[in-house]
């Protein structure tokens, strides 16, 4: 019996086919030249994922056997090139999982990571350390506030609140191991051990402790080192017998993303000094340099993701996700809805070079980016979502700034500048060196290094050692709280115009 397979990317568009069964990265290889797949379809790099219209998500082309009719839709080049530095630069660890991958022949774990917007699951086979599947969902506790600090303060109200921040994550984690054995012929006790990381609130809220004290100065979480829990204990319904690791945080605002994610970089395969930042709602950032390493957060605002820009959106179906010399980018190619933070940097850097902004941040007159047939429904960039941005920007830069200089050295001595997580991918390296966000360096010297916070989750899954590891590169990072830094107020001053060359 054969199949028909639709392949679809940007200006490529093909239609085979295929005997029933056939390897769908089979099927790609043979009809499409650059398609990326660094394990040789081993099944344990996870990079060789495409979206299947009929699955309505994501799957591992190479660990899926092709039975009936399917519309794939490959990914585009630049995000194969940020897949491809990802695994390029991702350490290989020795699989060991600990004694819980003992209890059944075949076992399997799910490595999570917790952002404050979405929640990443890989379903690793540990017998062969092979990433089966990975599923993405919205953070279910989005509904009690956008930020963390909504959310920390939602928690710490009531007991009730605490439960109602934490029952919804673990029955998330609970159906996708369900919906995966449903699919399978995997069993719930096949599944041993949960590796998590996430931002520090977000493992408070899994842990259900009330994270108050990281909004109040001093910033202290309740704990930051790794955490072994009884699956049980938390209502996670995988083996009795498995494992639930947390991995650990440096700080309030340093999570276990930001660790795990720079712990899962091979170093050795860049040079002496390294600045690693993924900006979010916070610009959370680590220095690595032979002499020192050290680490801040600098709170960035939402902008960024969208929030607090009047016509801002996350990153979905309809934002407008890039803009060059007026001609813009919507995702899914559907109507405009709104703008999400890459777009925005790019739309910033275009009034900036068209000076329709003055350095200053003043504009004239509301910029507006699409006209709708009702007035109401105009695109538009005000001067208060422009302060925004000027905000966010000051404060990443200058929390680089104030890294660098108290490790004695100048963005000329940095040798790479690694961008992590969602927003880093998509960023535009030209447009954020334009709006002052990051230092006007040449662009062969930032890499793009996609989610390197899952990355550690999946290693931290797969080997106790790496977890160990997290624990042990924390006594050499030197956090530096930026609220009681006296010198960031003026850096941060000093960093809220536009330098226009
Ligand atoms: S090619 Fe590596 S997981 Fe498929």
Same mark, same amino acid.
């Given at each position: 019996m054969k199949h028909k397979v639709t392949l679809i990317k940007k200006g490529f568009h093909k239609e085979v086919s295929i005997e029933d069964g056939t390897s769908l990265l089979k099927c790609i290889q043979s009809n499409v030249n650059d398609f990326y797949a660094p394990c040789g379809g081993n099944g344990t790099c996870g990079k060789c994922r495409v979206n299947i219209q009929e699955e309505g998500g994501h799957v591992t082309s190479c660990l899926?056997?092709?039975?009936?009719?399917?519309?794939?839709?490959?990914?585009e080049k630049s995000e194969?090139?940020?897949?491809?530095?990802?695994?390029?630069?991702?350490?290989?660890?020795?699989l060991s999982p600990g004694e819980s991958a003992q209890l059944v022949t075949i076992p399997y774990g799910v490595a999570i990571d917790i952002g404050t917007t979405t929640m990443v699951f890989y379903?690793?086979?540990?017998?062969?350390?092979? @990433?089966?599947?990975?599923?993405?969902?919205?953070?279910?506790?989005?509904?009690? !506030?956008? /930020?963390? $600090? =909504?959310?920390?303060?939602?928690?710490?109200?009531?007991?009730?609140?605490?439960?109602?921040?934490?029952?919804?994550?673990?029955?998330?984690?609970?159906?996708?191991?369900?919906?995966?054995?449903?699919?399978?012929?995997?069993?719930?006790?096949?599944?041993?051990? @949960?590796?998590?990381?996430?931002?520090?609130?977000?493992?408070?809220?899994?842990? !259900?402790? /009330?994270? $108050? =004290?990281?909004a109040l100065a001093p910033f202290t979480p309740k704990f930051t080192t790794a955490q072994l829990i009884e699956p049980q204990k938390l209502g996670i319904d995988i083996n009795l017998k498995g494992a639930v690791v947390l991995s650990p945080s440096l700080s309030g605002y340093v999570g276990a993303d930001i660790l795990a994610g720079l712990a899962s970089v091979d170093t050795t395969k860049l040079k002496d000094n390294f600045l690693f930042i993924d900006i979010g709602t916070n610009g959370e950032m680590i220095l690595v340099t032979p002499e020192k390493t050290l680490a801040c957060a600098t709170a960035a605002g939402p902008?960024?993701?969208?929030?607090?820009?009047?016509?801002g959106m996350g990153a979905f179906s309809g934002a407008i996700s890039a803009f060059n010399d007026g001609e813009m980018k919507v995702i899914d190619d559907i109507t405009p809805k709104g703008v999400c933070g890459s777009g925005l940097i790019d739309i910033v850097a275009y009034m900036l070079?068209?000076?329709?902004?003055?350095?200053?941040?003043?504009?004239?007159?509301?910029?507006?980016?699409?006209?709708?047939?009702?007035?109401?429904?105009?695109?538009?960039?005000t001067q208060q979502d422009i302060r925004e941005v000027q905000l966010a920007k000051a404060a990443v830069y200058a929390g680089i700034i104030r890294l660098l200089n108290i490790a004695g050295k100048s963005v000329d001595d940095l040798d790479h500048i690694l961008l992590a997580g969602g927003f880093g991918n998509y960023l535009n390296i030209s447009s954020a060196i334009t709006i002052g966000l990051l230092p006007n360096l040449p662009r062969s010297k930032?890499?793009?290094?996609?989610?390197?916070?899952?990355?550690?989750?999946?290693?931290?899954?797969?080997?106790?050692?790496?977890?160990?590891?997290?624990?042990?590169?924390k006594e050499y990072i030197q956090y530096i709280e930026l609220s009681t830094d006296s010198e960031f107020p003026l850096e941060f001053a000093m960093n809220m115009n536009f330098d226009i060359d």
């Open positions: 899926y056997p092709v039975e009936r009719d399917i519309t794939v839709f490959l990914p194969m090139k940020v897949l491809a530095s990802q695994y390029e630069l991702t350490k290989m660890v020795a379903i690793v086979n540990l017998l062969l350390g092979a @990433i089966v599947d990975i599923v993405t969902l919205v953070n279910p506790q989005s509904r009690y !506030g956008a /930020d963390v $600090i =909504s959310r920390i303060n939602y928690g710490h109200e009531n007991p009730k609140h605490l439960a109602n921040l934490q029952t919804p994550m673990i029955d998330a984690i609970n159906a996708v191991i369900q919906e995966y054995c449903k699919r399978t012929d995997v069993g719930i006790d096949d599944f041993v051990k @949960i590796s998590v990381v996430g931002n520090t609130t977000m493992l408070h809220n899994l842990l !259900g402790i /009330d994270a $108050i =004290s990281i902008a960024f993701e969208g929030a607090n820009i009047s016509c070079k068209a000076s329709l902004l003055s350095p200053e941040g003043n504009i004239s007159e509301d910029f507006i980016l699409f006209k709708a047939d009702r007035e109401e429904e105009n695109i538009t960039l930032f890499i793009h290094i996609g989610n390197s916070a899952g990355s550690g989750a999946v290693l931290a899954l797969k080997s106790e050692q790496f977890v160990e590891q997290i624990e042990k590169m």
